[in-house]
Nanobody, 124 residues
Framework: QVQLVESGGGLVQPGGSLRLSCVASGRSFRSYAMGWFRQAPGKEREFVATISWQSDSTYYADSVKGRFTISRDNAKNTVYLQMSSLKPEDTAVYYC?????????????????WGQGTQVTVSS
């Protein structure tokens, strides 16, 4: 059984930084692309970033490009999302997801497994 467990969320002031982590178990983590998505209250889940199985390819939503960085450590079965210059509009529940193949994109249908989410609140 695949499990994805996110951590690292919290309350941060505008302009601040947070690093989210997602630990995977139950499947060969190193063989699959990983992604981060987020969902704000009353809104649809939206794509944030994805990273390929060997970290040779990354892709970001325009709204986070230049501020967020996705990375992974296959030895630790962990994917990270480093978030900087945070804005109030970044407030959401952040989910990590495991894709079906080596590379993936922005469509939620490309991901088979999801974590339970971690809350990120950006407010002064």
């Amino acid at each position: 059984q695949v499990q994805l467990v996110e951590s690292g969320g919290g309350l941060v002031q505008p302009g601040g930084s947070l690093r989210l982590s997602c630990v995977a178990s139950g499947r060969s983590f190193r063989s699959y692309a990983m992604g981060w998505f987020r969902q704000a209250p009353g809104k649809e889940r939206e794509f944030v970033a994805t990273i390929s199985w060997q970290s040779d390819s990354t892709y970001y939503a325009d709204s986070v490009k230049g501020r967020f960085t996705i990375s992974r450590d296959n030895a630790k079965n962990t994917v990270y999302l480093q978030m900087s210059s945070l804005k109030p509009e970044d407030t959401a529940v952040y989910y990590c997801a495991m894709a079906r193949g080596y590379y993936s994109g922005a469509d939620t249908r490309q991901y088979d497994y999801w974590g339970q989410g971690t809350q990120v609140t950006v407010s002064s």
